[in-house]
């Protein structure tokens, strides 16, 4: 009751101007109350017409009444804010701009709880008790708070919307479907609803298969970036024990090659010291033997002479000179010599493209080749396509080698793969694994495709589940798959390159001009080998053919 009281209050010290409560209030003659402010910007709009009038009865007043505020009035406005600022709801209840408003609250607004989809009003908790207690409301539908909620009524009838239009896929009311809707297949909008809803759910539970086998294709890949870690650890460590051993190896022949040679050394250095203390020993005794002689040469008898000259004593043995003469003055060269062989043979070894390869031949054995990034790189890839003409339709005429279409009647014989609808065509060859393929046309338009080949004959392409297609046209592009339509931003072009990655499930269609341009890239399960597709549109001599790629 006392929330009644409030509510009473506010109604009979508001503003009928502004709706909200008085501000600095004046009465004027007729008894109707109003903000200063408001009636005066009132008043002032009357001026020129010299003749003011109340807003609510319309009594008019000349001259111009004087304002004077209301002190009554104000003090029942102050006493007010006290009273509503007391007993006020916490600010939760209040409607946030986020929030949807309720429609029939005054002032600061409260949070809408329910929409009605016949009244198309929005209602909070107080406003919406009307619905549940008068049968008045029996048949009204309550849903959750919409701010949308007008957008259910027909906009040239001001009907509610209940109907469907597929012809031109679009909501319509009651008056619409006996008006510039007539005649076309039109359902409720409630039984539209539930076919989309079908296909809604089968396409969440086809996401949610693809996420079911993404998640299943991340598992293992953790498991393989796991091996290659392991793998890679492993390799590292065994690469490090198998050239630590060598180092060990090579550093105990280093070693006991320093043995050798200083052992060798040492003999050697023993050898020619003992042979040079000989000498020094024979010079010695040369020099004595010398002495004498040279002394008895002195003699100067001759009987004496030629007497004593038998009995000197002879000369001993001499040290053979000749092996010291021809003895090379550097001893250890053949060693150093064998020894750089042994290097120059090992480091042929480690240099050589061989060894080199070993690590970039096991990583191509293990990882697949990275995705390509220039033209060049996709022409590593590029396939030759021919058309097969048992699937051309009637008004396509295949030329040139069977790599082009033409836009004009053909007359071909009954052929079960022949299509029946669009002037499509689908490829000879099956592709599998990496491919690419550039496509340039002429005309309106073109559709550049890639389907099974068991895709129905009166489908277009992009027009099932069997076919993925971008569609070009002269101004702009959408790339189309299950007839669902998505728009495609890019330059424009008539040379469109197409690239495949069967195993991966990925299609890219890109723009070809001095560069190549990313237009478009899909992730598809892909169950069966694809068929390149073309497809004309209705205009006369277009054309579009596979491009030969060198």
Not at 56 to 80: D, G, H, I, Y
Not at 265 to 281: A, F, G, H, I
Request: net charge neutral; hydrophobic share 30%.
């Amino acid at each position: 009751m006392a929330q009644k009281g409030i509510q009473l209050h506010r109604e009979t010290i508001s503003c009928s101007i502004c709706l909200d409560l008085l501000k600095d209030p004046v009465t004027i003659p007729c008894g109707h109350s109003y903000c200063m402010n408001c009636i005066k910007s009132f008043w002032d709009d009357e001026d020129e017409k010299n003749i003011h009038s109340c807003p609510q009865c319309r009594q008019t007043f000349k001259p111009r009444p004087v304002l004077v505020k209301s002190t009554v009035l104000a003090n029942l406005v102050e006493e007010l804010k006290k009273t509503e600022l007391q007993s006020a709801p916490a600010d939760h209840y209040y409607a946030e701009s986020e929030d949807v408003s309720c429609d029939v609250c005054t002032g600061r607004k409260f949070k809408a709880i329910k929409s009605c989809l016949v009244c198309l009003v929005s209602y909070c908790e107080k406003h919406l008790q009307p619905h549940f207690e008068s049968p008045a409301f029996e048949k009204h539908k309550l849903v959750d708070p919409s701010k949308k909620i007008r957008e259910n009524i027909c906009s040239h009838h001001n009907e509610e919307v209940t109907m469907f239009c597929h012809y031109d896929k679009q909501c319509i009311c009651n008056l619409c479907s006996m008006d510039e809707h007539k005649g076309h297949d039109t359902v409720s909008v409630a039984a539209e609803r539930t076919e989309r809803q079908k296909k809604l759910e089968v396409s969440r539970q086809e996401i949610q298969q693809r996420i079911q086998d993404r998640e299943k294709d991340v598992k293992l890949l953790q498991r393989e970036l796991e091996a290659i870690n392991r793998s890679a650890d492993e390799a590292v460590d065994d690469n490090e024990r198998i050239f630590t051993k060598l180092i060990s190896v090579i550093q105990k022949r280093s070693s006991d090659l320093k043995q050798h040679l200083r052992s060798q050394q040492k003999t050697e250095v023993s050898r020619v010291k003992e042979l040079q203390q000989k000498l020094e020993q024979e010079i010695t005794e040369l020099k004595k033997k010398d002495a004498e002689l040279k002394q008895f040469s002195q003699t100067v008898v001759h009987n004496e002479f030629i007497q004593k000259q038998p009995l000197l004593s002879q000369l001993s043995t001499s040290t053979d000179s000749f092996i010291i003469k021809s003895r090379p003055l550097r001893y250890f060269d053949d060693v150093t010599v064998a020894v750089s062989k042994v290097k120059d043979k090992l480091m042929d070894i480690l240099m050589s493209e061989t060894w080199t390869n070993i690590s970039l031949t096991e990583l191509d054995i293990l990882l697949p080749p990275l995705d390509p990034k220039t033209r060049d790189d996709f022409l590593k890839y590029s396939r030759e396509i021919t058309l097969d003409p048992n699937t051309a339709h009637t008004k396509v005429l295949v030329a040139k080698g069977d790599r082009k279409i033409i836009s004009e009647p053909c007359s071909y014989s009954h052929h079960p793969d022949r299509f029946t609808s669009d002037r499509q065509v689908l490829s000879r060859e099956s592709l599998t694994g990496r491919c690419y393929w550039e496509v340039e046309w002429n005309g309106e338009g073109v559709k550049i495709a890639v389907a099974y080949k068991n895709i129905s004959r009166n489908h277009f392409f992009g027009g099932n589940q069997e076919s993925w297609a971008l569609h070009c046209y002269k101004s702009s592009y959408k790339f189309v798959s299950n007839d669902v339509a998505t728009p495609v931003s890019g330059p424009w072009t008539n040379k469109i390159g197409v690239y495949l990655d069967h195993t991966e499930g990925i299609l890219s269609f890109y723009s070809i001009s001095n560069t190549m341009t990313l237009l478009h890239r899909v992730l598809i399960r892909f169950t069966q080998p694809l068929y390149a597709g073309l497809c004309l549109y209705y205009w006369y001599r277009e054309t579009a053919e596979f491009c030969e790629l060198k």
